[in-house]
């Protein structure tokens, strides 16, 4: 049987500063290199990393930056920046429990708010709760009761990488337009999403993660389900995304539907466009929509003034990645749906359980209860 116990990480792992300060001091490559961001996993860029200075199966945690301890698990190879520790276990663990690491970490953010910063030397003191259990009579963190809370493979939620030959950029010409030259644009429908109660469809609001997506909710009073296939641009970051599911939106979410049919490619190339558009929006000011409506962007023409659609597919469909996002449009990767149909309705009934998602002291009590 498990008994919860708290353990400092730097009795767990052996703790490096990342290797690099600046992307300048490396030229580009194929290795990923992770800072202290806490979106994309950390991941700012590909570069080629020497041999030496490249880890495996790590952690990296935060030292500053808007979330400082921030924790992300890494199951490849990767560089690190200096703003980043890089945690690697004194003894194999596996996936799970790595991952178990990462999100107990993650979980105590709260400790570094307000410019507080964490260092190497304060990270190994950290302490965590730790599932342990007597193995061959002594004393191991009990994997198997970590992977309990995590049924799934979690690489299995990782995409699939398509090998792409390099090719050269078709020759463009391009064109500054108005965006209301190819959209028609409209603010969501309701605004507190507190007041909605957990049901079926995909909501998007402002956030900047998670293609914008809150949750799922019932459809409020006078709502529109909009048809997937759409931009969603959030009114406080100005940050752009294709929704590939049907969706309802709060009001501060603009909705920029298609004048015409576009290509998938099409409206990835665009929300990408629009996503460098981000810096006119900082320091405070909104992204509301007559502002919104005087937005220019630069995209590749064909001769008689259309959107050259194929060379922007050209582009697109050379990103790793296409093939899983073409396949949701197409409906064709029934597997991948199948699992966020499973990983929504147990989300749910979590939702609809008497017991809530907690932290903290609520959280330890609860683990105790699964270990015991």
Known sequence: MSTLVNKRIGDLFELHSGDFHATKELDPGTTPLISCGDTSNGLIGYFDIPEKKIHRR?????????????????????????????????????DKTLFYVAAML?????????????????????????????????????????????????????????????KPL?????????????????????????????????????????NGVVGYFDLPEKATVYERGKITVSTVGGD?????????????????????????????????VLDHQKWRYSFGRQCYKAKFARTQIWLPMTGN????????????????YWKLINAVFLNEQREFRRDA????????EMQQAPEKIVRGAALEKRMKRWMS
């Open 170 to 210: 078709p020759s463009l010409k391009w064109k500054e337009v108005n965006v209301l030259e190819i959209f028609d644009i409209d603010r969501g429908d309701f605004h507190a999403i507190e007041d909605l109660e957990p049901g079926d469809y995909m909501t998007v609001s402002r956030v900047t993660e998670d």
């Open 58 to 94: 790590a952690i990296t945690v935060a030292y500053n930056g808007s979330w400082p301890l921030t924790a992300k698990f890494h199951p490849y190879e990767f560089g690190a920046k200096d703003d980043v520790a890089v945690l690697r276990p004194l003894v194999p663990l596996q």
């Open 305 to 320: 003034g259309e959107i050259d659609e194929d060379s922007i597919a050209e582009i697109v469909q050379s990103a790793p």
């Open 106 to 166: 993650t979980r105590m953010t709260w400790r570094y708010s307000y410019g507080r910063k964490c260092f190497k030397d304060k990270l190994g003191s950290v302490e965590i709760p730790v599932p342990v259990a007597n193995i061959h009579d002594k004393e191991q963190i009990d994997e198997a009761a970590i992977s309990q809370m995590f049924p799934a493979d979690l690489r299995s939620f990782i995409p699939k990488k398509s090998v792409v030959a390099t």
């Open 240 to 272: 752009a995304f294709v929704q590939l599911d049907d969706f309802i939106a709060t009001d501060n979410v603009i909705i920029c539907s298609p004048k015409r049919e576009l290509r998938p490619s099409t409206l990835v190339f665009i929300a990408f």
């Open 341 to 348: 149909e499973i990983a929504h309705n147990r989300l749910r």
